[in-house]
């Protein structure tokens, strides 16, 4: 059955360091997201992207953060300048088009720790 | 905007009994509704979702639940649990336009022989 990848698992950066997060989707998803839980608190949107553009982002997406598809298969998230309140495990998750898109499948996470 | 309250941080029951997790939803517009698990050390796997079709939906694993509008509630149950079954569970909205989830906190189901 298809499935979400991401990797790393888990990633330890120092504040103030860059860090991309990668994802695999299902290869015939056209929707792809991000999405953050930080432990004990409830998972959070971060970010939409189609047709190789952002399509909705939540207030926690400023400036720190980017996405991008850099070819067929890989969809990143950036986070340009870590702080301590990034440790978070992050989600990505993919979704079909027309009656499909609703059911967005969820990869394992990476867990990253700023310290 | 869309928020999703799940009563219960943590349910406990006996293996075979009834399972019972708690979900009501605001949204502004008629919504999407969802049920995810959630076991340790893997990512969100869905259960089953509520599209507008039918108001009682059936998901895997004999879970099921049933949308009630009057009430805003999308409660999710299961006749009898097993030991497997244990797992937290979020309860997600979504907005038909658009496809963000927005998700509850999540209720830690434990289940004890």
């Known amino acids: 059955e298809p499935e979400v990848t991401q990797t790393p698992s888990h990633q330890v950066t120092q504040m103030g360091q860059e860090v991309i997060l990668r994802c695999v989707p299902i290869?015939?998803?056209?929707?792809f997201y991000w999405y953050r839980q930080i432990l004990g608190q409830k998972v959070e949107f971060l970010v939409s992207?189609?047709?190789?553009?952002?399509?909705?982002k939540s207030e926690i997406f400023d400036d720190q953060f980017s996405v991008e598809r850099p070819d067929g298969s890989n969809f990143t998230l950036k986070i340009r300048s870590t702080k301590l309140e990034d440790s978070a495990m992050y989600f990505c998750a993919s979704s079909g088009a027309g009656d499909t898109i609703e059911t967005q499948y969820f990869g394992p996470g990476t867990r990253l720790l700023v310290l | 905007a869309q928020s999703v309250t799940q009563l219960g941080s943590h349910v406990s029951v006996s293996e075979g009994a009834l399972v019972l997790l708690r979900c009501n939803y605001s949204?502004?517009?008629?919504?999407?509704l969802f049920w995810y698990v959630q076991y340790p050390n893997q990512g969100l796997q869905l259960l089953l979702k509520y599209t507008s079709a039918a108001t009682l939906v059936k998901g895997i694993n004999g879970f099921e639940a049933e949308f009630k509008k009057s009430e805003t509630s999308f409660h999710l149950t299961k006749p009898s649990a097993h030991m497997s079954d244990a797992a937290e569970y979020f309860c997600?909205?979504?907005?038909?336009?658009?496809?963000?989830?927005?998700f509850g906190t999540g209720t830690r189901l434990l289940v004890s022989p």
């Open positions: 997600a909205v979504s907005d038909p336009r658009f496809q963000k989830l927005v």
């Open positions: 290869s015939n998803h056209l929707y």
């Open positions: 949204s502004s517009v008629p919504p999407y």
């Open positions: 992207f189609y047709n190789n553009e952002i399509s909705e």
